[in-house]
């Protein structure tokens, strides 16, 4: 079956624009999670949802970072205003539910450079 | 808070030869799952191993191992017969059981090289 995709692939945006990073999860898993991975780091956990709900936002850096997950599928990163330092990979990652014992499946990611 | 190290920034391997790459962690939980994840140039991480910490039996996955030491904090990855298709990047994982949080906490990776 399908596996976790996420567009743009890559992405390039100018200081101080908007942008929207959407990820689609396995069909039928209801946990959902976003991480940034900088140039040489491990990824670093953003926020997880259960279902349409944020369960822990508490890896959001500052209120630039958004996320939504509306119809409890699809999922959306915003980000504004955006700055140099926010360049990185974001992963999206989903699970059949909540619980360490389900595995996460991750996306390719979307590579964000800030010029 | 919780940490993961990975002191090895780089490994390399024989083809077919056995690594062993290092992982440390901190905690004050007593229940917890430790992960190894294996993340290729495509960017795609993928599970290789996983260790429930209230299990004191190691894990195994076909040629993959760990050695779980709890006292010690330390989780390593032991890759037998290693193939070319081992080489990437792999990352150490904790996640607590504990405070309703699923995350994943993430060491540094060791990249792997398999030299044929």
């Known amino acids: 079956g399908a596996g976790v995709s996420q567009t743009p692939s890559n992405k390039v945006t100018e200081k101080g624009k908007y942008v929207e990073l959407r990820c689609d999860p396995i069909?039928?898993?209801?946990?959902l999670y976003w991480y940034r991975q900088s140039l040489g780091q491990g990824p670093e956990f953003l926020i997880y949802?259960?279902?349409?709900?944020?369960?822990?936002d508490s890896g959001l850096p500052n209120d630039r970072f958004f996320a939504v997950r509306p119809e409890g599928s699809v999922s959306t990163l915003k980000i504004q205003r955006t700055e140099r330092g926010d360049s990185a990979v974001y992963l999206c990652?989903?699970?059949?539910?909540?619980?360490?014992?389900?595995?996460?499946?991750f996306g390719p990611g979307t590579r964000l450079t800030v010029t | 808070a919780q940490t993961v190290t990975q002191s090895q920034p780089e490994m390399s391997v024989q083809e077919a030869e056995t690594v062993t790459l290092s992982c440390t962690y901190d905690?004050?939980?007593?229940?917890?799952?430790l992960f190894w994840y294996k993340q290729p140039p495509s960017r795609q991480m993928i599970l290789v191993i996983r260790?429930?910490?209230?299990?004191?039996q190691n894990a195994t996955e076909n040629r993959f191992s760990v050695n779980f030491q709890k006292a010690a904090k330390s989780f390593s990855l032991k890759i037998s017969d290693s193939q070319l298709g081992d080489a990437a990047m792999y990352f150490c994982?904790?996640?607590?059981?504990?405070?309703?949080?699923?995350?994943?906490?993430f060491g540094k990776g060791t990249k792997l090289t398999v030299n044929p």
């Open positions: 990652a989903s699970s059949p539910q909540a619980g360490q014992f389900y595995e996460q499946y």
């Open positions: 069909s039928g898993h209801t946990a």
């Open positions: 949802f259960q279902g349409t709900g944020a369960a822990d």
């Open positions: 905690t004050s939980e007593s229940d917890y799952y």
């Open positions: 260790q429930e910490a209230y299990k004191q």
């Open positions: 994982a904790y996640s607590p059981t504990q405070g309703g949080s699923e995350k994943l906490v």
